[in-house]
C-alpha cells in the first residue's frame, strides 16, 4: 500500500516539474518572460503603417489593427545575457513587428514579425537570431510596432500532457481495482 502511495506521488511530482519548465529571463527583479518567437521576417517596400499592416494580414490569414507605433524604443539587456533585450509594450500584445535599419549588412531583412509567447506586456528578442555579423547591435532598431486583435488563451503543452497522464492513470487504477 505504502508503495503504491510512494509511485503514485512520484509520478504527480514528476508530472507536476515537467508542466511548469518555461524559462523566463529577468531584467533586474522583473520577468519579462521567453524569446519570442520570429514568425516570418522580409524587407518591404512599403514601410508605412498600411504597408506593414497589409504584410502582416497576408501572414496571419486576418485582418489585424495596429495599436501602436513606437520610434522611441527603450531596450534593456536581460540579465546574465548577451543578446537577448527586453523592452516594455504599450499593451497586451500577440504580434509585433521590430524594424531594423540594415545599412552594411547584406542579406539582412529590415522587418521581423514576432509572436509574444510568454509575457504579452514585454518584447523579447535575441539579436543572435536575427544576424550575427559584427556590426549588428540593439542600436539598429527603428521601431517597434504592435498589433492589437486576435489574443486567444491557448493551453501549454506540458498542460495538456499533464492533463492526459493524469486521465490514464485514473483509467491505469481503475482497470486495476476491476481485476481485484
Not at 514568425?39 to 497589409?54: I, K, P, Q, R, V
Not at 531596450?75 to 533585450?85: D, F, H, P, Q, R
Request: aromatic share 10%; glycine share 12%.
Amino acid at each position: 500500500m505504502k508503495t503504491q502511495y510512494a509511485a503514485k506521488l512520484a509520478a504527480l511530482i514528476t508530472a507536476l516539474v515537467l508542466s511548469t519548465s518555461s524559462w523566463a529571463y529577468m531584467v533586474g527583479t522583473t520577468d519579462v518572460g521567453g524569446v519570442d518567437s520570429i514568425f516570418a521576417h522580409n524587407t518591404l517596400a512599403d514601410s508605412s503603417a498600411a504597408g506593414e499592416e497589409a504584410w502582416v494580414e497576408s501572414l496571419l490569414g486576418y485582418d489585424v489593427t495596429i495599436s501602436y507605433k513606437n520610434d522611441a524604443t527603450s531596450w534593456s539587456l536581460v540579465n546574465g545575457e548577451t543578446s537577448i533585450y527586453a523592452s516594455g509594450l504599450s499593451t497586451p500584445t500577440d504580434y509585433y513587428i521590430v524594424k531594423f535599419g540594415n545599412g552594411g549588412i547584406s542579406g539582412l531583412d529590415s522587418h521581423y514579425l514576432y509572436q509574444n509567447l510568454d509575457e504579452l506586456m514585454y518584447a523579447v528578442i535575441d539579436l543572435d537570431l536575427v544576424s550575427t555579423a559584427h556590426n549588428f547591435d540593439i542600436g539598429r532598431v527603428s521601431h517597434v510596432t504592435e498589433f492589437g486583435g486576435g489574443t486567444t488563451d491557448v493551453p501549454e503543452p506540458g498542460t495538456l500532457m499533464l492533463l492526459g497522464l493524469g486521465l490514464l492513470g485514473m483509467l491505469g487504477a481503475s482497470v486495476r481495482s476491476k481485476k481485484s
